[in-house]
């Protein structure tokens, strides 16, 4: 009786690790199928791009043109923000937005180092800081008096090299360098070096993840 019982015992385990096992195994296929379909869909982009060092399982990818896009839309956004505060506009209210819209502080990490920050307030890996550094007015942040208030008239940005030789795409990251010239009611025309990580988010917009600027080595200034 008591062998009968463990002989019964073991083909009900053996029936259940079977059923698991196999349970386990379709859902396996069935993602192994999806990430498969995907990756033909982002392999498509490499292959026409002609990218390499994308990740391994990339699931997005970014494109030239979108990088582009953001970069453009960066400078244009801070053109705006000084129009805005010249006709007595909600500039803070926009300005904002634009880092709501444009850089990744609502989702995650951001590295941004911008062109005349110095000492312990380099650094902006927050809203906060960025905010104040582009339209000052915060007390925590006394040395800023608002990048984007001077006003800009003008914005351009231009990638290193030819074409898109200075746009670096990794799946859904894509790194940038090149330069930003800036131009004020003057006609003055200052230029900066400037680099840019974007990735994309589930929404499929870009999101910048680093902002690093400076401005240009002088040696006649040593």
Same mark, same amino acid.
């Not at 869909?41 to 791009?49: A, L, P, R, W, Y």
């Not at 990048?147 to 940005?157: D, E, M, S």
């Not at 929404?203 to 240009?216: C, E, R, T, W």
């Given at each position: 009786m008591k062998s009968t019982t463990w002989i019964g015992s073991l083909l009900l385990v053996t029936f259940f690790t079977s059923s698991c096992n196999q349970a386990a195994e379709k859902i396996k296929q069935e993602t192994t199928n999806v990430v498969t379909q995907t990756s033909d869909k982002v392999q498509?982009?490499?292959?026409?791009?002609? *990218? +390499? $060092?994308?990740?391994e399982g990339a699931q997005d990818i970014i494109t030239y043109d979108e990088v582009n896009a953001a970069q453009q839309a960066w400078c244009d956004a801070l053109v705006k923000i000084g129009q805005l505060k010249e006709e007595g506009g909600d500039y803070k209210? %926009?300005?904002?937005?634009?880092?709501?819209?444009? $850089?990744? /502080?609502?989702?995650?990490?951001? %590295?941004?180092k911008p062109t005349l920050a110095f000492g312990e307030q380099t650094f902006r890996?927050?809203?906060?800081?960025?905010?104040?550094y582009f339209i000052g007015g915060d007390p925590d942040y006394p040395?800023?008096?608002? %990048?984007? *208030?001077?006003?800009? +008239?003008?914005?351009? $940005? &231009?990638?290193? #090299?030819?074409?898109?030789? #200075?746009?670096?795409? /990794?799946?859904?990251?894509?790194?940038? !360098? #090149?330069?930003?010239?800036?131009?004020?009611?003057?006609g003055k025309e200052v !230029? +900066? &070096?400037?680099?840019?990580? %974007?990735?994309? #988010?589930?929404?499929?917009?870009l999101k910048i993840i680093v902002h690093k600027s400076s401005l240009p080595f002088s040696p006649a200034a040593q």
């Amino acid at each position: 009786m008591k062998s009968t019982t463990w002989i019964g015992s073991l083909l009900l385990v053996t029936f259940f690790t079977s059923s698991c096992n196999q349970a386990a195994e379709k859902i396996k296929q069935e993602t192994t199928n999806v990430v498969t379909q995907t990756s033909d869909k982002v392999q498509k982009v490499i292959d026409d791009f002609g *990218l +390499v $060092y994308v990740e391994e399982g990339a699931q997005d990818i970014i494109t030239y043109d979108e990088v582009n896009a953001a970069q453009q839309a960066w400078c244009d956004a801070l053109v705006k923000i000084g129009q805005l505060k010249e006709e007595g506009g909600d500039y803070k209210a %926009f300005a904002e937005k634009v880092l709501t819209d444009a $850089y990744n /502080y609502d989702n995650g990490k951001v %590295f941004f180092k911008p062109t005349l920050a110095f000492g312990e307030q380099t650094f902006r890996n927050t809203k906060k800081g960025a905010l104040a550094y582009f339209i000052g007015g915060d007390p925590d942040y006394p040395n800023d008096k608002g %990048f984007a *208030l001077t006003p800009w +008239v003008k914005a351009r $940005y &231009d990638n290193a #090299g030819q074409k898109n030789e #200075g746009i670096q795409i /990794y799946g859904s990251v894509a790194i940038t !360098m #090149g330069n930003v010239w800036v131009t004020g009611k003057d006609g003055k025309e200052v !230029m +900066v &070096d400037k680099t840019w990580v %974007f990735k994309k #988010g589930k929404d499929g917009k870009l999101k910048i993840i680093v902002h690093k600027s400076s401005l240009p080595f002088s040696p006649a200034a040593q």
